[in-house]
């Protein structure tokens, strides 16, 4: 055994020393509450529920509203071009047969909560593409070799497989995340634990405020000289006294017991025995805090912040405008939105290809898009042409002695203004 063979077994049996300090362990009840479980189905089964929270239910159709916008010159969510007009004819004809447009804020909706959407794709030589049908995500797998290239996906359905080729099926998926590779990671995702916290944190309100809120009563029953154990059940049957009376229904004509509310199951009722006071009964007022929901507010900040979206908005609260979109008012939110879009775009441009080449053509030059008003990259845009226009000013001004300009106007136009030699020696 060699001197660097020692060495290296050493090393391997030193183990880094665990962190101290607290910590949430699994084994707590908690730990268990707050931990993700990262499987697929786990998590596509948490999104659902997550969609029945009214906040994030808005948020998901804010997300598809916004990223399936119409071109209001057009009336089209997607625009095409190409210099084939063949081609351009054909991918007409496919985005009006599968009815694409339609479909787009179920996929938007759909990559927002589970960051997948399978739709398969029914196709004939000669013809194209015939149908666009949807799949679950849930029971649809990816199958890939050891390079990482897709061989086939394969749906899972009541104990039978189908299989279906790579141009049998497309898969829309947001890569923001290589976590879940080769799945998509869903804007969802970053507010899963919040969500838990969210949730564990109202549950306590709603528990707290229906045993503390209401003012509850103190019996103090005046029993002489019982013995304690009867003294005991005396209180115990006046107090089922007190609970229930017991009436008859003229329906049936049968006893009921109907519930007396002067007296709550959290009312307390003491024997007093000879010497005392005598019967007596005190209120006692409910808990005096309940109106502060200070943590409630602060986790649900904490949700719209990973949602990307504004509370005011969701809420349409009074001051905020909801007459713009909220691209135009949330860069966080704009690029989300893109990110969507871009992923829609992708699905898309795969199945105009395995259209295309159903048909013969497999060399095509096209181009897809998805209205996208980007007012702020706009803005940010024209505010950077309009600083660098007063940099190039002020640089002009800079003169010498004799008032010859110190800076070259070609060197400012180059270099500050970025026009290229086409532009600046073109007469237009």
């Given at each position: 055994?060699?001197?660097?063979?020692?060495?290296?077994?050493?090393?391997?049996?030193?183990?880094?020393?665990?962190?101290?300090?607290?910590?949430?362990?699994?084994?707590?009840?908690?730990?268990?509450?707050?931990?993700?479980?990262?499987?697929?189905?786990?998590?596509?089964?948490?999104?659902?529920?997550?969609?029945?929270?009214?906040?994030?239910?808005?948020?998901?159709?804010?997300?598809?509203?916004?990223?399936?916008?119409?071109?209001?010159?057009?009336?089209?969510?997607?625009?095409?071009?190409?210099?084939?007009?063949?081609?351009?004819?054909?991918?007409?004809?496919?985005?009006?047969?599968?009815?694409?447009?339609?479909?787009?804020?179920?996929?938007?909706?759909?990559?927002?909560?589970?960051?997948?959407?399978?739709?398969?794709?029914?196709?004939?030589?000669?013809?194209?593409?015939?149908?666009?049908?949807?799949?679950?995500?849930?029971?649809?797998?990816?199958?890939?070799?050891?390079?990482?290239?897709?061989?086939?996906?394969?749906?899972?359905?009541?104990?039978?497989?189908?299989?279906?080729?790579?141009?049998?099926?497309?898969?829309?998926?947001?890569?923001?995340?290589?976590?879940?590779?080769?799945?998509?990671?869903?804007?969802?995702?970053?507010?899963?634990?919040?969500?838990?916290?969210?949730?564990?944190?109202?549950?306590?309100?709603?528990?707290?405020?229906?045993?503390?809120?209401?003012?509850?009563?103190?019996?103090?029953?005046?029993?002489?000289?019982?013995?304690?154990?009867?003294?005991?059940?005396?209180?115990?049957?006046?107090?089922?006294?007190?609970?229930?009376?017991?009436?008859?229904?003229?329906?049936?004509?049968?006893?009921?017991?109907?519930?007396?509310?002067?007296?709550?199951?959290?009312?307390?009722?003491?024997?007093?025995?000879?010497?005392?006071?005598?019967?007596?009964?005190?209120?006692?007022?409910?808990?005096?805090?309940?109106?502060?929901?200070?943590?409630?507010?602060?986790f649900q900040k904490m949700l719209f912040a990973a949602l990307k979206i504004p509370k005011a908005y969701l809420?349409?609260?009074?001051?905020?405008?909801?007459?713009?979109?909220?691209?135009?008012?949330?860069?966080?939110?704009?690029?989300?939105?893109?990110?969507?879009?871009?992923?829609?775009?992708?699905?898309?441009?795969?199945?105009?290809?395995?259209?295309?080449?159903?048909?013969?053509?497999?060399?095509?030059?096209?181009?897809?898009?998805?209205?996208?008003?980007?007012?702020?990259?706009?803005?940010?845009?024209?505010?950077?042409?309009?600083?660098?226009?007063?940099?190039?000013?002020?640089?002009?001004?800079?003169?010498?002695?004799?008032?010859?300009?110190?800076?070259?106007?070609?060197?400012?136009?180059?270099?500050?203004?970025?026009?290229?030699?086409?532009?600046?020696?073109?007469?237009?």
């Amino acid at each position: 055994m060699s001197i660097f063979e020692l060495f290296r077994k050493k090393e391997e049996k030193i183990k880094e020393p665990e962190p101290k300090g607290y910590s949430y362990d699994a084994t707590s009840p908690l730990g268990a509450l707050l931990k993700l479980s990262t499987g697929r189905l786990e998590r596509y089964e948490e999104y659902e529920k997550m969609m029945e929270m009214p906040y994030i239910a808005a948020a998901a159709k804010v997300y598809a509203d916004e990223c399936c916008q119409r071109n209001p010159d057009t009336g089209k969510i997607f625009a095409y071009s190409s210099e084939n007009q063949k081609v351009e004819r054909l991918i007409g004809e496919l985005l009006n047969r599968i009815k694409i447009e339609e479909k787009c804020p179920f996929i938007a909706k759909e990559l927002f909560k589970l960051g997948d959407s399978f739709w398969e794709v029914v196709s004939e030589d000669g013809k194209g593409v015939l149908g666009f049908y949807h799949r679950p995500a849930r029971t649809v797998e990816r199958e890939e070799d050891n390079k990482g290239r897709l061989e086939k996906f394969v749906q899972r359905v009541a104990g039978s497989n189908t299989e279906f080729m790579p141009d049998e099926m497309v898969h829309f998926r947001l890569l923001e995340d290589v976590k879940f590779y080769p799945y998509g990671y869903p804007i969802l995702e970053d507010a899963r634990r919040i969500y838990r916290q969210l949730a564990l944190m109202e549950d306590a309100v709603v528990i707290y405020r229906l045993t503390r809120a209401p003012n509850r009563w103190v019996f103090y029953i005046d029993v002489g000289n019982m013995p304690p154990e009867k003294a005991e059940t005396f209180i115990e049957k006046l107090k089922k006294k007190f609970k229930k009376k017991r009436l008859i229904d003229p329906k049936t004509g049968k006893f009921v017991a109907k519930p007396d509310f002067l007296a709550a199951d959290e009312d307390f009722y003491f024997p007093v025995f000879e010497g005392g006071r005598g019967s007596r009964v005190e209120s006692l007022a409910g808990a005096s805090n309940i109106g502060d929901i200070a943590d409630i507010e602060y986790f649900q900040k904490m949700l719209f912040a990973a949602l990307k979206i504004p509370k005011a908005y969701l809420a349409n609260e009074e001051g905020f405008s909801t007459r713009a979109t909220l691209s135009s008012i949330s860069i966080q939110f704009s690029r989300s939105v893109k990110s969507l879009q871009n992923a829609i775009v992708d699905g898309v441009k795969k199945l105009i290809e395995i259209h295309l080449k159903k048909n013969g053509i497999t060399d095509a030059n096209f181009t897809i898009t998805m209205y996208s008003p980007n007012y702020i990259e706009e803005e940010l845009r024209m505010e950077s042409m309009l600083k660098r226009v007063q940099v190039a000013q002020e640089l002009l001004s800079l003169t010498d002695k004799e008032g010859n300009p110190i800076v070259s106007a070609n060197y400012i136009l180059k270099t500050v203004l970025k026009v290229n030699d086409d532009e600046l020696h073109s007469k237009d």
